[in-house]
Every structure is written in C-alpha cells, then in structure tokens.
Nanobody
C-alpha cells in the first residue's frame, strides 16, 4: 500500500507561482512513474506533467515552459513548480504514482485557484 499526501495548493493571483509537493509513504519496493493530474469543474481529469524514475518528463502543451516537475527518488517525493499561473490553471491537482509492479495510487487532491 502507498499513501500519498499532496500539499502546496492555494489561492494565487494571475502571473503568480505555487509549488506543489507529493509525499509517498508505505510499503513498496520502487516507484516507476509519478505524475500530476488536474480536474477543473465540469472537465475530465488530465495529465499535467509526469516524470519517470530515470528522470524523463512529459508535459501537457498548456503548461510547457511554465511548469516544472521534479522528484527525489530517495525521499519518494515529487514536486511541481508552477509559474506564470493563469485562471485556466484553476483545478484540483492530484498526485498519482505507479509502482514497478504496475499498481497505481492517487492522492486526495489539493485545490489550486488562480484569481485576482
């Protein structure tokens, strides 16, 4: 089992920055993939950014150049640095991890609101 705890969400003005964190704990061997997803009201959940254990990353087109994903394998922690935030980035942001066993787990979500 894996427990995921997200933090760092909040209210920020357009153009501002936030840094999300996701801490994974529990009994597991190794995490392969870690990703941030978001879901806005009335929309489907979408992948924002993902990072594999080896460090390769992928981003949604809408956040390229503004968001940066990173992870600390030793601490099983993932981060999402979000800069130049826009109102359309407003959503609940979820952390997801996929173990080397292919089992996957989701966090409870953290709200990000971009508004003046």
């Amino acid at each position: 089992q894996v427990q995921l705890v997200e933090s760092g969400g909040g209210l920020v003005q357009p153009g501002g920055s936030l840094r999300l964190s996701c801490d994974a704990s529990g009994s597991f061997i190794s995490i392969n993939f870690m990703g941030w997803y978001r879901q806005a009201p009335g929309k489907e959940r979408e992948l924002v950014a993902g990072i594999f254990r080896g460090g390769s990353t992928n981003y949604a087109d809408s956040v390229k150049g503004r968001f940066t994903i990173s992870r600390d394998n030793a601490k099983n922690t993932m981060f999402l640095q979000m800069n130049s935030l826009k109102p359309e980035d407003t959503a609940v942001y979820y952390c997801r991890v996929e173990l080397v066993t292919r089992a996957d787990y989701w966090g409870q979500g953290t709200q990000v609101t971009v508004s003046s």
